[in-house]
């Protein structure tokens, strides 16, 4: 079994084998890049092209990896106490199974996203170091062993926001998602736009480039936020001409906050675009 691409997701050569060396290792593949560059769509594109249902953990600054296994709600219990519930009888009635205590007891293998680590606390990625290299944890309430029935195919994304430990890396497959050259984009774009004219994304794609490339933006564009922009241009119906000068100077393209998301980056741009008119 392996992942050769998806009809809805361009995914490079290397990619592609990153996905296999982690099945084939038996180990997560842990994404890194940009955000906007696909690690999310990944997991759900591999996971639908292998058949495999997705589980999905996505993770917050306030994410504990308690919460990944299993959850024992006392406070319930406590008040079904009080109200003579026969419900109390049972303990696991008030066990809330984490994303990783569903993922061991499939029936079938899964596909299991840990979607942007980086965002919890440092300590988030040692808490779950056991149960991700032996696929087992201990339920205390229950004195049960949970042991994994198929080794979920397991997919960690991270911004880069903060640094992961060694112990946790050296148990993942590690890829990370470069910025999608000309060529590639503009396959990503016929998956989403099969049908939009040649010149408008040529010119579409040379200002996409421009922006992205201005020295000093805190925030460059991203492939999703050039979906984005594509979509507005095709429905407000933006003419060719209003993406191109004729004398290929600097000019501000329309519905530019698509593509810039803050003061920073869209009052640099137009002090360029100044600069570039005063020279003419």
């Not at 308690?66 to 008040?79: F, N």
């Not at 984490?98 to 993922?103: F, I, K, P, R, T």
């Not at 640094?163 to 148990?171: C, G, I, K, M, N």
């Amino acid at each position: 079994m392996k992942f050769q691409g998806s009809q809805n997701y361009v995914a490079t050569q290397d990619l592609m084998l990153a996905v296999n060396a982690a099945m084939t290792l038996k180990r997560p593949l842990l994404v890194k890049g940009e955000p906007g560059t696909g690690k999310t769509m990944l997991a759900e594109e591999v996971s639908q092209a292998l058949g495999m249902p997705l589980l999905q953990w996505h993770i917050k600054s306030t994410t504990k990896a308690q919460q990944g296994l299993y959850e024992y709600d006392a406070v319930s219990r406590l008040r079904d106490s009080q109200l003579g519930d026969e419900r109390v009888k049972d303990i696991n009635n008030y066990i809330v199974k984490g994303v990783l205590w569903q993922a061991f007891t499939a029936e079938q293998p899964v596909a299991l996203l840990i979607d942007e680590i980086d965002k919890a606390d440092i300590e988030f990625p040692n808490d779950l170091l056991r149960e991700i290299d032996r696929m087992e944890f201990y339920c205390y309430e229950t004195r049960e062993m949970i042991r994994a029935k198929n080794r979920p195919l397991v997919f960690i994304t991270s911004n880069n926001e903060k640094e992961l430990p060694d112990a946790f890396l050296r148990r993942c497959f590690f890829h990370y998602i470069k910025f999608p050259d000309a060529d590639t984009m503009k396959k990503i774009v016929d998956v989403h736009f099969p049908t939009l004219k040649a010149d408008l994304l040529t010119a579409a794609m040379k200002t996409f480039y421009d922006v992205r490339n201005l020295p000093g933006l805190k925030k460059k564009p991203s492939t999703s936020e050039l979906l984005d922009w594509l979509k507005l241009l095709v429905a407000e119906d933006i003419p060719l001409e209003a993406l191109q000068s004729a004398d290929s100077k600097v000019s501000v393209p329309p519905l530019v906050g698509a593509l810039l998301k803050n003061e920073q980056d869209v009052t640099l741009f137009e002090k360029l675009v100044f600069m570039n008119q005063r020279n003419r």
